[in-house]
């Protein structure tokens, strides 16, 4: 077919002129067995033909899971195979960033997530583009080699964000957050929970307030016995008798 034709020409040294990414082409950002794999499955050849980066769309807002590849044949997930196309088309980075902000459809979100940690090559940008998506808490399917398995939005791009391989492709190396602030290229990432644990600092502090306001009534009428309880005096104790 003409489709099966275009990729196995686009993975042709000798005849790409393409775009770059990372100085290379951006479809062997995929190991070989998996862009073969790719290349030869029904999804790429019957649903992926003449996609751009308008109408992917389409396919993308149909996925129903994200995953690498599956099944003793490793068949690829057509979620892998819409990123291959993605790296095929490289759309502009406006046109990433549409998919990644709309609410409405969260694999379309995890498959721009996806697509900018292979394919952005400013370690700070992708840190600042996909940490807001960390309090995403939206459940997602996975598809893996044994079946299937339950993630969620949040957790699928930390996963891109500290792992070295995600959907059966190893992604490109990225700088750690802290070296990145250690260099002065990003700023420490202001916890999305921060509000939450100062006001639950303050009830611990308002709560230790409390205790020390009903002890210190009952330690000016008694003392403390070994095990730091309040004992009431007696009038022994008292030097009375």
Known sequence: MAHHADAKRALDE???KGQLIRGDNPLKLFEKPVRDRIV????WKEQCFGLNAATILDRAIELNCIGGTYGVAQRPTPFLCL?????QIV???EIILFYLEQEEY????ALAAFYIRLAWE???EVYTTLEPYLTDS????????EGWALTYVDDFIDDLLLK????????????PRLFLEDEDKLEPRVSALGEELEELDREDDEDGHSVESVLKPAEMNGHANGNGAVEEMSDEDMGEG
């Open 14 to 16: 000798r005849g790409y």
């Open 40 to 43: 030869e499955s029904y999804y």
């Open 83 to 87: 990123a291959f196309k993605l790296l």
């Open 91 to 93: 759309p502009d980075k």
């Open 106 to 109: 969260k694999y379309l979100r």
């Open 122 to 124: 400013k370690d700070n």
């Open 138 to 145: 939206r459940k997602l399917k996975r598809r893996t080699r």
């Open 164 to 175: 070295s391989r995600v959907c059966a492709t190893t992604l490109p190396k990225i700088n």
